[in-house]
């Protein structure tokens, strides 16, 4: 006659609230990747603001030469050192789009355009934009 051997039992310990501690742990590791994706997108929405504003100096900087392009005879006047009314109605235009928007614009007798924009966010360091063109008369 055979003798059946059982199995030893396995002990089996108290798992009372361990599915409770992996979804405590589930939550924090989802709370944390939440917490990255909201701060990459306060910094994506300032480097959006800042080209923003850097290819709104671009366009102004290029109206001013179009400007000063289709009246030639008159450059001198768009120099910033005398501002006459065409000067002024540009860097008027500029204050509008740019936050503290400043301009320089230097126009010497061989038909040299040097035009520097500046600008400053709140917070954060002056921003320049720098263009320089020959505007001749052929």
Do not use: H
Not at 115 to 125: K, L
């Amino acid at each position: 006659m055979m003798l059946r051997s059982s199995p030893p039992r396995i002990r089996r310990r108290s798992s009372k609230g361990f599915v409770m501690f992996e979804a405590l742990i589930a939550l924090l590791i989802c709370a944390m990747g939440i917490l990255g994706v909201v701060g990459l997108q306060g910094s994506m929405t300032r480097a959006q603001s800042a080209s923003t504003f850097r290819a709104e100096a671009a366009f102004q900087a290029q109206q001013l030469i179009g400007e000063i392009w289709s009246n030639r005879q008159n450059m001198a006047q768009y120099n910033t050192a005398s501002c006459a009314a065409p000067c002024k109605a540009w860097l008027d235009r500029l204050a509008a789009k740019l936050p503290q928007g400043a301009a320089t614009v230097a126009v010497d007798g061989a038909g040299t355009v040097a035009i520097e924009i500046r600008w400053a966010v709140p917070g954060e360091s002056v921003n320049r934009y720098n263009t320089v063109t020959a505007v001749t008369s052929n």
